[in-house]
């Protein structure tokens, strides 16, 4: 029998070698998604919720800060290289994340798993300002939709992050539904026992709109009349809020705990009426240390705040 050429030979073992060398280093083709890891979560309000559901079956990376703004804040290079590596990306959508926008879309155009938590609950318009007929991203002040999103980080975590437990991760998550269903119902108690002569919301921009939908409260307005603290109110938007919080007899005006309250001061001085100026939490969760460090003491702190802003004078 004749032995093949040296060249044939060389061929063979230099294949060989390339064949083995991309198998032990992991640079040859591989499946989609392949070398993905860990969850990654845009703002800090969906964070704990993910957090809670995943537990310890896999690491959860939140982008946003404690005590920042969901509309403005903006990721590292570093950050951006994390979300592209995640098994799966979890952000609010609807416009919220405004600074994260371009990542999230790179992101999912190199075939990372996303999910828009705010497109899959039934999500709502803005009542009226120069946001109005566009969809409202702040569906997380309505427990009964936080539930939606529970069920579906749940089936998302399970279906796109390997090594995980599904049947622990859908545990934690039926644990964390028994907590905000029960957060449902003090909500639906206390605000209940706000008059129905006083339930007026005048917020410093619209934040408020599935709670007052949820709990039979009506949105006056706001004092910057937009979903996104990125805008800025005119004098005539200011007088018109003013009028209109003249007409209804509005005893409070809730502002963000993370923003300077001087336009809703202004806002009560154009109303020529002692208004009470009421912090409420409204889209950052705070640190360890603040009122708000979880989404259930968030809404805890918030009802409470509405409820004694509008049922006492």
């Not at 083709?29 to 957090?51: K, Q, Y």
């Not at 969901?70 to 600074?99: K, T």
């Not at 509005?250 to 002692?274: I, K």
Request: proline share 6%; with cysteine; hydrophobic share 40%.
């Amino acid at each position: 029998m004749t032995a093949p050429p040296f060249s044939a030979n060389r061929r063979y073992v230099t294949g060989l070698l390339v064949a083995l060398f991309l198998a032990v280093t992991g640079t040859g083709c591989s499946a989609p998604g392949a070398g993905r890891s860990g969850v990654v979560v845009t703002t800090n309000i969906l964070g704990d919720i993910t957090r809670t559901i995943v537990g310890d079956q896999a690491e959860v990376t939140v982008l946003m800060k404690p005590n920042a703004d969901p509309h403005s804040f903006g990721v590292s290079a570093q950050q951006a290289a994390r979300i592209e590596n995640a098994a799966l990306l979890v952000h609010n959508g609807l416009g919220l994340e405004e600074g994260v926008a371009r990542n999230v879309q790179a992101a999912r155009d190199q075939g990372v798993p996303t999910l828009a938590v705010g497109e899959g609950i039934d999500p709502i318009t803005y009542a009226e300002g120069r946001t109005a007929r566009q969809p409202d991203p702040h569906f997380w002040t309505d427990p009964v939709r936080v539930l939606k999103a529970i069920d579906l980080i749940t089936t998302r975590v399970t279906e796109h992050v390997e090594g995980v437990d599904a049947g622990k991760v859908r545990a934690n998550a039926a644990a964390y539904r028994t907590k905000v269903s029960a957060l449902d119902r003090r909500m639906r108690g206390e605000l209940g026992k706000i008059p129905p002569s006083r339930r007026k919301l005048v917020t410093s921009h619209h934040v408020f709109g599935y709670l007052a939908q949820r709990y039979g409260l009506e949105v006056i307005g706001a004092v910057i009349p937009s979903g996104t603290t990125l805008a800025s109110p005119s004098g005539s938007d200011l007088k018109s809020l003013a009028d209109a919080v003249r007409r209804a007899g509005v005893p409070t005006v809730f502002a963000d705990s993370s923003q300077p309250d001087r336009l809703a001061q202004v806002m009560a001085r154009e109303a020529g009426l002692r208004i009470k100026i009421v912090p409420l939490y409204s889209e950052s969760l705070t640190d360890a240390d603040g009122g708000a460090p979880t989404y259930l003491r968030m809404m805890r702190a918030n009802t409470d705040a509405i409820s004694t802003g509008l049922a006492t004078r």
